[in-house]
């Protein structure tokens, strides 16, 4: 259910920082943390304790040397096709990174600009060339089952539609290419997106994103915590990067393209997305920028660049930082084979982790606002995740799902406040109260049985199917009823 896509700078990003950047706007509340950055200083002493004054943007031939003349280890970039005054900005603004940043450029690169028609054609070969149209329909039917989208939501084409709109620059650690996509010119937006993307390319040269960080398609898809947790750090590292390199080295004109950009940004596709696919969407980048500037303020690029080798492991070490890097998450097995269970006709369509941030988003984030619980409750009632296992089976014949989902809590109390939100998104999505057997909570509804039943631990036990007969013997298959 988890893609992994090219770490990427997208605009409604760049629209949330502008709302604190531009001083006559009010700050929006997932971006807060970006107002504190430019009175924010680090603990230790690094090149951003003592700011660079603003410079003109570089005016210089291009070159193939990322590095500096007094002997900083280079990187050789192609840019052939590049207008020789954008590759000196460009060559300008890796330097600034470099020595705001600290790491040194060690490998080669090739960057381009794209148009946006480009983008698109590149999001359909390189974004979801592999994704088929199959996978699309389980993703959503999984996405379903959880609630936060409708049966028969065309998942594949909107993911084209937003990427396709979103993305304003990206690298590619496997093909180690950059691209920064072209508004009206090389502008203040486009300085600080290759400001952004030029850190990932400094990561993957310092760390290898691929095979170091083991951040890829195959260790993915058996962690999606992990990797959500590496994620969060990667883009809150560059994000930071690209904010502070806005303070230190933004020209005024800078400042006049971003805000320009602001009062004119429109995003009618993220806007009309679903309301947990908005909150996903930011989710590396808004709780990475703030994981990621603790880190900072705490200690400096140093102790950003030590999580690089302990890294975060969880979407739960990423909303609370301070559980960073103790405390990990629990494993959970789903002991028995339910494909045998529930017969020949069923088949197992996804499975893995759901983790705190998916678990706050299915309490909070619903397809229809009426099955949403408030903030403040989802959010509490997911904090006390310790581990989780899922399972969704669809049925080829009659095309309905089962959902199984295994949650360990940190204690009973925890627990207990899980299932009264759970209860109260229950009544509400399923449209009857709960009925309690023991200490079960039951909601027979009229296209389906939904089961939320409790071991003699701390687990929690969601079974969702088509019917009350289907959802009792995956119940007793796990030996919970």
């Known amino acids: 259910m988890h893609r992994i896509l090219p770490v990427l700078t997208i605009l409604i990003l760049l629209s949330l920082a502008c709302s604190t950047l531009a001083p006559t706007q009010e700050p929006l509340p997932t971006s807060t943390a970006v107002a504190e950055i430019a009175t924010a200083q680090p603990s230790s002493t690094t090149p951003a304790d003592e700011p660079t004054a603003t410079h003109a943007p570089a005016t210089l031939a291009p070159t193939a040397d990322a590095g500096t003349a007094e002997g900083t280890p280079t990187a050789e970039t192609s840019s052939d096709t590049l207008d020789p005054a954008i590759a000196a900005q460009m060559d300008q603004i890796q330097q600034d990174v470099i020595d705001l940043r600290g790491l040194q ?12 028609e480009e983008l698109r054609q590149k999001v359909l070969d390189d974004f979801f060339s592999d994704y088929s149209a199959e996978e699309a329909a389980e993703d959503a039917a999984v996405l379903s089952a959880l609630g936060l989208l409708e049966p028969d939501f065309d998942l594949m084409n909107f993911y084209i539609d937003l990427y396709s709109e979103q993305v304003a620059g990206y690298y590619d650690h496997e093909t180690r290419e950059m691209y920064v996509v072209l508004g009206e010119g090389f502008k203040g937006t486009e300085r600080m997106t290759y400001a952004h993307e030029y850190t990932h390319a ?74 947990f696919m908005q909150e996903d969407f930011l989710f590396a980048y808004t709780y990475g920028l703030s994981f990621t500037m603790g880190l900072w303020q705490e200690g400096g690029w140093p102790a950003v660049d ?38 020949t006709d069923w088949s197992e369509i996804d499975s893995g982790l759901m983790g705190e941030w998916y678990t706050f988003l299915i309490l909070g984030r619903g397809i229809d606002p009426n099955f949403q619980v408030d903030d403040t409750t989802a959010f509490a009632a997911a904090a006390g995740w310790g581990g989780d296992a899922y399972q969704v089976f669809q049925n080829a014949a009659t095309g309905q799902s089962v959902l199984v989902m295994v949650t360990t809590w940190d204690n009973g109390s925890e627990r207990s406040e899980f299932v009264q939100a759970f209860q109260q998104y229950g009544d509400k999505r399923f449209g009857v ?3 309690q057997e023991g200490d079960d909570l039951l909601w027979e509804f009229t296209d389906g049985f939904n089961g939320l039943y409790l071991d003699t631990g701390v687990s929690t036990i969601w079974i ?13 298959a796990l030996s919970v009823r």
Request: include cysteine; glycine fraction near 6%; charged fraction near 25%.
């Open 105 to 116: 450029p060690n490998g080669s690169f090739s960057r381009a600009l794209l148009t946006p």
């Open 202 to 275: 400094l990561q993957d040269q310092t760390y290898d994103i691929d095979d170091g960080l083991e951040y890829n398609e195959d260790t993915c898809k058996d962690d999606s915590e992990r990797c959500a947790g590496i994620q969060a750090l990667m883009e809150g590292d560059a994000t930071l990067s690209e904010y502070l390199w806005y303070f230190s080295y933004g020209t005024p004109q800078d400042q006049q393209d971003v805000e320009s950009f602001y009062d004119s940004y429109e995003s009618p596709v993220y806007d009309s997305a679903p309301p």
């Open 306 to 343: 030590a999580a690089y080798v302990d890294l975060p492991d969880s979407t739960e070490q990423i909303m609370h930082p301070e559980l960073y890097p103790d405390e990990t998450p629990i494993s959970v097995v789903i002991p028995v084979d339910l494909t045998g269970t529930l017969g």
């Open 433 to 435: 109260p709960a009925v």
């Open 464 to 476: 969702l199917g088509p019917d009350r007969a289907t959802v009792e013997l995956v119940a007793d």
